[in-house]
């Protein structure tokens, strides 16, 4: 880790830290990591099932991190844990934007209600706390410009994007209505160890990792030069601990990335080369696709940068140690 990383996160020593959605793959690496430096962690998850909760991902951890069974539609439970908090880490979300138009209202009541009550809980008891904020670039829709700027127009094409606006919208509006901090990141397509692999709904790139250690054919659509901008799950961790502790991004948004795009196709075929089986076909874009087509994405991660930023492993490296903790850890997340 990088020495300025390592400066700024040593400062975690003796805060009290809250994770929503702790049991997820990005909630327990942040509380994870913030408990590896000094903080004293609580975790808040429902285990929802299908929604990526696994309580694995804690594993060694039990002594350090305490856990809290319990949903954040559950205003009572919210407004005990928040009190005294320093930071609050909200990665609760229902994260699938093919369910958001399936289901929208339980869309609705997890990323939007379940958000007002997070903010309601801290104008009423702990107006101090810091929130950190996961959005994601669904908010941007169709891409008009990359490297793609905090700046860029937010016109999601989705209904799980629209409310993960809405959700900045809000941290904006209690911050210059009631003073709570907060900051937001943008997470573009996150991979790494500790996701849920029962279904493709969350995840694309781990989804293909299971199809091949499987043996499946991967589905390419086209030509598979679309170009996305993919996170490994570390570096998202410590993106997210370092929002957290600098004052600088107090009411900021920051775009999260490898500052690079990798070619669907060579998405495909890194994943299969890791794995060391599997194939891939290409197929003609279903009729209705560019409904829901963003075009090709990579962050600019200028900001993120500037507070000492960077990815910590090349995109082939990430998938490699991607696909090797699952070839030992299977059976807790197939």
Request: hydrophobic share 35%.
């Amino acid at each position: 880790m990088d020495r300025k990383i390592q400066d700024s996160i040593k400062n975690y020593a003796g805060k009290r830290v809250l994770v929503t959605g702790g049991l997820g793959m990005i909630g327990s690496y942040a509380a994870t990591l913030a408990a590896d430096h000094g903080a004293t962690v609580t975790v808040l998850d429902n285990l929802l099932p299908d929604h990526g909760g696994n309580a694995e991902n804690l594993s060694g951890y039990e002594d350090k991190i305490k856990t809290v069974i319990g949903d954040i539609r559950d205003v009572s439970v919210l407004n005990d844990l928040v009190k005294d908090q320093d930071l609050i880490f909200h990665c609760a979300a229902h994260v699938s934007y093919t369910d958001s138009m399936k289901d929208p209202y339980l869309d609705l009541d997890i990323n939007v209600r379940g958000h007002l009550n997070l903010l309601e809980a801290c104008r009423h008891h702990n107006k101090d706390a810091k929130v950190v904020f996961t959005s994601s670039r669904m908010k941007y829709g169709v891409i008009s410009e990359n490297p793609v700027k905090e700046s860029h127009p937010t016109n999601p094409l989705m209904i799980y994007g629209a409310h993960k606006l809405l959700g900045e919208k809000y941290q904006e509006i209690y911050y210059k209505n009631y003073g709570i901090p907060y900051a937001n990141v943008v997470v573009p397509n996150p991979f790494g160890p500790r996701q849920q692999m029962i279904h493709h709904r969350y995840g694309l790139l781990n989804w293909f990792i299971r199809m091949a250690m499987d043996g499946g054919d991967i589905t390419i659509y086209g030509d598979g030069s679309q170009i996305r901008d993919y996170i490994y799950v570390e570096d998202i961790a410590v993106a997210i601990l370092l929002c957290g502790i600098d004052p600088s991004t107090t009411a900021k948004t920051i775009n999260l990335g490898n500052g690079a795009g990798v070619a669907f196709k060579k998405m495909v075929t890194t994943v299969i080369d890791a794995v060391g089986k599997g194939s891939y076909s290409h197929v003609e874009w279903p009729e209705n696709y560019f409904n829901i087509e963003t075009g090709d994405y990579i962050a600019d991660t200028s900001f993120a940068e500037s507070l000492g930023y960077k990815p910590s492993i090349s995109f082939e490296d990430a998938v490699v140690k991607t696909v090797e903790f699952y070839e030992v850890n299977r059976s807790k997340y197939w």
